[in-house]
C-alpha cells in the first residue's frame, strides 16, 4: 500500500477535523498501478504554519482555504508554487465565484472545492488529485528511464564500435607510413583483417536499423506465403563456406515442407541468426543439426551445435542489446550482440518466444516457436 500526504489548512477547526475524518479511512486504486493508496493526514491553522509544514512535513496533496487570517490562501499558493514541485494544492472557499476560481487557477492550483461541501465530493477531488498526481510521477519515471536506456544504449555501441574502428585506424598506419616496406604482398594479412572488421561494422549498423525499426513499429511487413524449408536452405548455404573451413558438418531435418502466411524477411533474419550462431561458436570438426516442425498452428525452428556453450547464467543475459558472451573462448569471435535480441523481439511478433538451452564444452540448443497458420 502506498501513503500519500494531505495537509489541510483552515482556520476553522470543525473544518479541519471534519475534512480529515472524511479522509482517514479512505482508500483509493489507481489505475495501472496494483496497489491502494491511502493517505497520512497534518493540519494547520495558519498561512505561516501551512508554509512551515509544506517544508517539514512535504505534503503531496494540500486543502487550501481562500480565507485565511493575516496571510491570505491565494498568498500561500504564491509562495509554494514552482516548477520543481510535485505539490497538487486544492483551494476551498466559502466564495466560490468563477473569478475566484480562474485566479487560484492561474497561481497553480489544481482544482476547486466550493464550502459547504459533503464528504464525498471531498473525496472525489482530492481521488482526481491523487491520480493526476501518480500518474505525473509514473510519466516522469519513465522519462528517466528511456534517458537512462539511450544513455546506456549509445554507450555501448560507442565502445563496440571504438575497437574495429581504432583497429583497422592502426592497420591503415601502418599502410601509410609502409612500415613492412614497399612490397605490396606483405600487408595482405592487414587489409584482410581490416575488411573482417569493417564487415562486422557493417553488420553491427544493420542489425541497428533492423532493432530500431522493430522498436519503432515503423517496419513494413509483407504477409505471404512462406516456405519456412526454402529459407532454412538459403541460411545453410550463406554458412557453408565458413562450415567447410572449420569441417562443420550443417544437417537439415524436416519430415515436410513447411508453407506459412509470414515476413521472408523476417524469417531469414531468424534463420541466419540461430545457423550463423551455431557455426561461429561451434568446435572445429563439429555438428550443426537444424530441425524444423509443424503442430498445432506453431512452426518450431531447433538449432542444436556441439559448440563451445555456455553457463546458465550466460544463457539467461544472452537476448539483451549489446550482450555478448565474453570469455577465453569467445575472445577472437566477433559479432554485433544484437542479433539474439531482434530474434527475441521478431518471435515476439508472432506471438512465439525464444530459448536457449546450454552445457559448457558440450554445445548449444536454440528453439524459436512462432504462432502462425499455414
Request: hydrophobic share 40%; aromatic share 4%.
Amino acid at each position: 500500500m502506498s501513503i500519500l500526504k494531505v495537509l489541510v489548512v483552515d482556520d476553522e477547526l470543525g473544518m479541519r477535523l471534519g475534512m480529515k475524518k472524511s479522509l482517514a479511512r479512505h482508500r483509493i486504486n489507481i489505475p495501472d498501478i496494483e496497489e491502494e493508496i491511502s493517505f497520512d493526514i497534518e493540519m494547520a491553522e495558519t498561512g505561516e504554519e501551512a508554509l512551515e509544514k509544506v517544508t517539514t512535513f512535504q505534503p503531496d496533496v494540500m486543502l487550501l482555504d481562500y480565507k485565511l487570517p493575516a496571510m491570505s490562501g491565494l498568498e500561500v499558493l504564491e509562495e509554494v508554487t514552482s516548477e520543481d514541485s510535485e505539490m497538487v494544492t486544492i483551494m476551498v472557499t466559502a466564495y466560490a465565484s468563477l473569478e475566484t476560481a480562474v485566479s487560484a487557477i492561474k497561481r497553480g492550483a489544481f482544482d476547486f472545492l466550493a464550502k459547504p461541501f459533503e464528504p464525498k465530493e471531498l473525496r472525489d477531488v482530492v481521488e482526481k488529485a491523487a491520480r493526476n498526481l501518480i500518474l505525473a510521477r509514473q510519466v516522469k519515471k519513465l522519462e528517466e528511464e528511456r534517458r537512462q536506456v539511450r544513455f546506456q544504449f549509445i554507450s555501448v555501441l560507442g565502445h563496440e564500435l571504438k575497437a574495429p574502428i581504432n583497429a583497422v585506424e592502426g592497420y591503415l598506419g601502418i599502410l601509410s607510413d609502409k612500415v613492412l616496406g614497399q612490397e605490396i604482398g606483405k600487408y595482405d594479412d592487414m587489409v584482410n583483417r581490416s575488411m573482417v572488421r569493417i564487415r562486422g561494422m557493417k553488420k553491427m549498423i544493420s542489425d541497428l536499423l533492423d532493432l530500431t525499426r522493430i522498436e519503432s513499429g515503423q517496419k513494413v511487413r509483407t504477409l505471404e506465403q512462406v516456405n519456412v524449408n526454402d529459407i532454412a536452405k538459403l541460411a545453410m548455404e550463406t554458412v557453408e563456406i565458413a562450415a567447410n573451413e572449420r569441417n562443420i558438418e550443417v544437417n537439415l531435418h524436416a519430415d515436410e515442407e513447411i508453407v506459412i502466411e509470414a515476413d521472408s524477411g523476417e524469417i531469414e533474419i531468424i534463420m541466419n541468426n540461430v545457423i550463423s550462431n551455431a557455426v561461429k561458436y561451434n568446435k572445429d570438426n563439429g555438428q550443426v543439426d537444424i530441425t524444423l516442425t509443424y503442430e498445432n498452428e506453431k512452426v518450431t525452428i531447433s538449432v542444436k551445435d556441439t559448440g563451445i556453450g555456455m553457463t546458465q547464467e550466460e544463457a539467461d543475459s544472452l537476448f539483451s542489446e549489446f550482450k555478448r558472451i565474453k570469455n577465453e573462448k569467445t575472445r577472437n569471435i566477433l559479432g554485433s550482440g544484437l542479433g539474439l535480441s531482434i530474434l527475441k523481439r521478431i518471435s515476439g511478433m508472432y506471438n512465439g518466444d525464444v530459448k536457449v538451452t546450454s552445457e559448457p564444452d558440450v554445445g548449444s540448443t536454440f528453439t524459436v516457436n512462432l504462432l502462425t497458420t499455414k
